[in-house]
């Protein structure tokens, strides 16, 4: 038996904001407090498989969260993210963006970003 969605199955609370093309949440597990994800409402699993208009109305989705963020908890930076197969790290398949808050000494050295998904590669500056 094939286990649903969680993106496709998800109870209307947890949804806190929408328009045609998207949704957003509140991360499940959170990097950072307000990790938000902007997912699509149709079923898909890549970035590179979407129209430009679900682009578009995901990114305007974005844009909103992160006023939202601003406003509610004044982080001093973001990372933005989308894992986009296996090979990335991707483990719900179904296409999602991770807007992850950040907060000066939240990392007591937070160059590289998202570099360091591969450790070794992340210190270039030195």
């Known amino acids: 038996m094939t286990k649903p969605c969680p993106f496709c199955t998800l109870p209307p609370e947890r949804i806190i904001d929408s328009n045609e093309y998207g949704l957003t949440i509140r991360d499940g597990f959170p990097v950072s407090t307000g990790h ?55 483990t719900v398949p179904h296409l999602h963006m991770h807007l992850i808050p950040r907060y000066k000494g939240d990392q007591e050295d937070p160059r590289g970003g998202v570099r360091w998904i591969i450790p070794e590669k992340a210190k270039y500056w030195e």
Request: charged fraction near 25%.
């Open 36 to 90: 938000t994800l902007i997912i699509p409402k149709r079923h898909i699993g890549s970035w590179f498989e979407i129209d430009v208009e679900e682009q578009l109305g995901l990114l305007d989705l974005l844009t909103r969260a992160k006023i939202t963020l601003q406003d509610e908890l004044n982080p001093d930076g973001y990372n933005l993210g989308i894992n986009d197969g296996t090979a990335a790290g991707q």
